[in-house]
């Protein structure tokens, strides 16, 4: 057990609806990672937030988004679902401001967009 | 061409066997990330690299920046360690980070 907890753990619905994913980092923590594994595209990281603030962003799509709250956890809103977004998502989180850190991942969240 | 690249894709090896995977990439990077892979699903951050080499207990983590290239060493492999193995490689673009990811290499150890 990494510390990192996530819910749900599985999400189905329909295209063109709007979802949330949630992070809880381990304990003392600071920095949020979220990532996204496809089948066709692998894992792609996604977006960091450390200690409230967005520090680092990769291939996040505009209909994506996300925050990191005063109590540390983070959410992943992904909005205007498409067939494509079906996928695990992972949130990972770390001590330190640098991506360069050793993360702690969660169990993911797996969404069906149906 | 992908920026980072992972060899072999699949791996089966003997309980005991030596394992060896490798990880090039194309970018310039400022550390690169081994990650393991359990088949249900879950992530486990193995090493964090910029320089030489790192072991942790029967793994083995080098890398040679000016070949862009890493590997990862098993000794003495075990049924548990059947995975899948992915390396990150973590590229600066601005003033910020970005991670990109090899496709995996999955492993799988008989016994």
């Known amino acids: 057990d990494s510390g990192v907890t996530q819910t749900p753990k599985h999400l189905i619905t329909a295209t063109g609806q709007r979802v949330t994913l949630r992070c809880s980092p381990r304990?003392?923590?600071?920095?949020v990672y979220w990532y996204q594994q496809s089948l066709d595209q692998g894992l792609q990281f996604l977006i960091q937030?450390?200690?409230?603030?967005?520090?680092a962003k990769g291939n996040i799509l505009e209909r994506f988004s996300a925050q990191q709250f005063p109590d540390l956890h983070s959410e992943l809103n992904l909005s205007s679902l498409e067939l494509g977004d079906s996928a695990l998502y992972f949130c990972?989180?770390?001590?330190?401001?640098?991506?360069?850190?050793?993360?702690?991942f969660g169990p993911g969240t797996r969404l069906t967009v149906l | 061409k992908n920026e980072v690249e992972q060899s072999p894709q699949n791996l089966t090896a003997q309980e005991g066997e030596f394992i060896t995977i490798n990880c090039s990439y194309s970018?310039?990077?400022?550390?690169l990330h081994w990650l393991q892979q359990h088949p249900g699903g879950g992530i486990v951050s193995l090493f964090m690299?910029?320089?030489g080499k790192k072991k942790h207990g029967r793994l083995i983590a080098t890398i040679n920046i000016q070949e862009k290239h890493s590997s990862l060493h098993i000794t003495a492999s075990h049924p548990r360690d059947s995975a899948v193995y992915i390396c990150?490689?973590?590229?600066?673009?601005?003033?910020?980070?970005?991670?990109?990811f090899g496709k995996g290499t999955k492993l799988s150890v008989k016994p």
């Open positions: 990972a989180s770390s001590l330190l401001t640098s991506i360069t850190g050793t993360q702690y």
């Open positions: 304990s003392g923590d600071l920095s």
């Open positions: 937030y450390y200690n409230g603030e967005e520090r």
């Open positions: 970018v310039g990077i400022s550390a």
């Open positions: 690299l910029s320089s």
């Open positions: 990150a490689v973590l590229y600066y673009g601005g003033s910020q980070g970005n991670l990109i």
